[in-house]
């Protein structure tokens, strides 16, 4: 009986018990917030009762307020809870005053990069006010000081583009005609600038006969990331004939048995909380990235290809016949000029040419990502590395960023680990790498538990990774008279995971096959460059997802918005046949099963429609209505053109290509973008 009494007063008690506010105050002093409340803030109403955490207000013998705040990743979180059946007129008062005053005492700051001065002092030195935590777990690192190095320039150069997209830094020129005066330089066919997905695609176009040259700033082979992808889409490189099976095989560092998704949901609603996602066949294979790019590059030289490493792009001078490219050799700051039919961007965000091809609209979004890889010091009974962590998050909104974990495993005891989020590109806030750092080391005891000294950490790893709101075929550029843009440079990337390698070589045989054409028939001016681009509508009219997974710059959203947009799709997916989740990862949606979905997704939550227009804003709704349009268009012309064109297409190459070479190329382009892959193999 006693028992029973008891669960019916607390079930009593619950009744009489609602959460009045939820928000998050942006500083990972939760102690001074709480020390604000208790001490400083005056509801103007009620007696204050200071708590252990926070305040309790009596308002009246029957209603009762209680705010209390906590920490986690790296920030502060707030609650207010009404102890009483009825509200009050003055409540929503109070949570305006509340609401006004936080803003005021812990208004929203947008991190800034510290100028620092390494002439007279280390890295470690220089950045160890600012990020003591990023510097001490660098130091703990093989090749800490390098990396640490290399993280601050590449967020410098990335503030430096997004701040100035108006006018970005020159590199490309034109001159007209050649007049022969450039005869005594090195002379390629192709010349890839950035050897890390470069390297892949310059080693299938030099074993196709073309002279390749590629350059790369970092010592050739050393990577700032991992790799991981499937079996069936590595298919592609074997297809090409670029590695053999036994060959794949060795660059394997560890196939998993299964992959999770699963976002915090402890202040969601019940029906927009989710179970596992499970994806077994999804980036489950980890691979040796430095084996990979060492043997592309053999591959590469064994074809007749160079490799100009630690050397940088310094300008490209375009004339009707060639490019003129120039570099610098960074050791010796020895200058070089080399002479190309074709000039390739791989730099990806780094990237000067891709910001001159396209200002402001050459990225929209962006992942900044940083992690590690640790070769062990994580407890077995805390992860098993027979399973990948695809996404996760452990927690809300945090300082304006939507964290979100990533882990896969790789060779014996190694783990690698990522933190993330997805970030609108905005001069005022263009995503910093250290700000997470400093967070990555301070809650990745949050995210699975260890202590931070007792990992054995083997090297960072880190990047932006960028994405573009694509709304038709045609409104990014990816080329130009002899010049081309290809991996992340092109902003080709899937807009859920952002693998800009997986993209890569899910289209590598496209890229491969319209290039060959182009080069075979001369056609390198930017009317035909433009048609060799990996654009597929249903990875376009996806980007809208991408967007609701970001906090626009100077807007604060509520905590749980964006776990509760997320918990709403991969619930969806988790309710579905394992296969629909492999196709949408992977960028092989089709019209039908993408609009079931969506329609699916706004019948479970019907808000969805109104949250993602508030977080989009009603110009990039309209752009992506557009998106679908263009989508649906497309779905229409492949139904008509799949049970023919393909076959017409064989037929006619023989007498098509010689006559019109260039609407031999259109329509391959075509061909690719509008025939699903399935019915192209």
């Not at 927690?395 to 790789?410: A, K, M, N, T, V």
């Not at 990522?418 to 970030?423: E, G, K, R, V, W």
């Not at 076959?647 to 023989?654: C, K, N, T």
Request: hydrophobic share 40%; aromatic share 12%; charged share 20%.
């Amino acid at each position: 009986m006693n028992s029973v009494f008891l669960l019916n007063l607390l079930e009593a008690e619950k009744m009489k018990m609602k959460e009045v506010l939820y928000l998050e105050v942006p500083t990972p002093d939760s102690n001074s917030v709480c020390i604000w409340l208790q001490n400083e803030w005056e509801p103007g109403i009620g007696e204050k009762v200071v708590t252990p955490d926070g305040i309790l207000l009596k308002i009246s013998s029957q209603v009762e307020l209680s705010l209390f705040v906590w920490s986690l990743m790296s920030t502060t979180y707030l609650k207010v809870f009404r102890w009483g059946e009825k509200s009050l007129g003055t409540e929503k008062k109070l949570k305006q005053k509340l609401l006004s005053a936080i803003q005021n005492r812990f208004p929203r700051k947008y991190p800034q990069l510290p100028a620092i001065d390494l002439s007279a002092q280390s890295i470690f030195e220089a950045l160890s006010p600012y990020y003591p935590k990023t510097v001490h777990f660098f130091q703990k690192m093989p090749k800490g000081e390098y990396d640490l190095n290399r993280v601050y320039w590449w967020e410098k150069r990335w503030r430096d583009s997004v701040r100035n997209p108006e006018k970005p830094q020159q590199v490309i020129f034109t001159q007209g005609n050649s007049h022969g005066s450039q005869e005594n330089y090195p002379h390629y066919d192709l010349i890839y600038i950035g050897g890390a997905l470069g390297v892949i695609h310059a080693a299938v176009m030099a074993r196709l006969g073309y002279r390749v040259l590629l350059v790369e700033r970092l010592a050739f082979g050393r990577m700032n990331r991992e790799w991981n992808i499937s079996r069936d889409e590595f298919q592609c490189l074997l297809d090409l004939g670029l590695f053999t099976q036994a060959e794949f095989e060795e660059v394997i560092a560890r196939e998993y048995v299964d992959g999770f998704s699963k976002f915090f949901d402890g202040n969601n609603p019940p029906h927009l909380k989710a179970p596992v996602l499970h994806t077994p066949t999804v980036l489950n294979v980890a691979l040796d990235t430095e084996k990979l790019l060492s043997l592309c590059g053999e591959k590469l030289r064994a074809a007749g290809g160079d490799i100009w490493d630690e050397t940088e792009f310094v300008r490209g001078d375009i004339n009707s016949e060639e490019v003129l490219v120039e570099v610098v050799h960074l050791p010796t700051q020895q200058r070089k000029k080399v002479r190309g039919r074709l000039l390739i961007d791989a730099m990806g965000t780094a990237s000067p040419i891709a910001w001159q091809l396209n200002g402001s609209r050459a990225f929209d979004s962006v992942c900044p990502t940083v992690g590690a890889v640790i070769d062990s010091g994580l407890a077995a009974e805390v992860w098993d590395c027979c399973y990948g962590d695809v996404l996760n998050s452990h927690g809300d909104i945090s300082r304006g960023r939507q964290l979100i974990w990533e882990l896969f495993p790789g060779a014996g005891s190694e783990l690698t680990i990522y933190l993330f989020h997805y970030h609108q590109v905005h001069r005022d806030n263009p995503g910093s790498l250290l700000e997470m750092y400093e967070d990555f080391f301070t809650i990745l005891p949050e995210y699975r538990r260890c202590d931070l000294e007792k990992l054995v950490w083997k090297k960072a790893t880190f990047g932006y990774i960028p994405g573009h709101f694509t709304v038709s075929s045609s409104d990014r550029r990816v080329a130009f008279d002899r010049l081309l843009a290809i991996g992340d440079a092109a902003s080709l990337q899937s807009p859920l995971i952002f693998t800009g390698f997986g993209s890569l070589v899910r289209n590598l045989g496209r890229l491969t096959t319209l290039l060959d054409t182009a080069l075979k028939h001369d056609l390198l001016t930017t009317e035909h460059l433009n048609q060799i681009r990996a654009y597929q509508s249903n990875i376009a009219v996806t980007w809208l997802f991408s967007k609701g997974m970001m906090v626009p710059t100077q807007k604060t959203l509520p905590p749980q918005r964006i776990n509760s947009m997320l918990n709403t799709f991969f619930g969806i997916l988790a309710d579905e046949p394992p296969a629909v989740a492999d196709t949408f990862i992977k960028d092989r949606i089709d019209w039908l099963t993408f609009t079931r979905l969506a329609l699916k997704a706004a019948r479970i939550n019907p808000v969805l429609l109104w949250w993602i227009w508030e977080m989009a804003g009603t110009k990039d709704v309209m752009r992506w209505l557009g998106s679908y349009g263009e989508f649906t268009l497309d779905a229409l012309k492949s139904w008509l053109l799949s049970g023919w064109f393909l076959g017409w297409l064989r037929s006619s190459q023989s007498w098509l290509e010689g006559q019109s070479p260039s609407l031999w190329l259109k329509l391959l382009s075509l061909r690719y973008r509008l025939i699903p892959r399935r019915v192209q193999q």
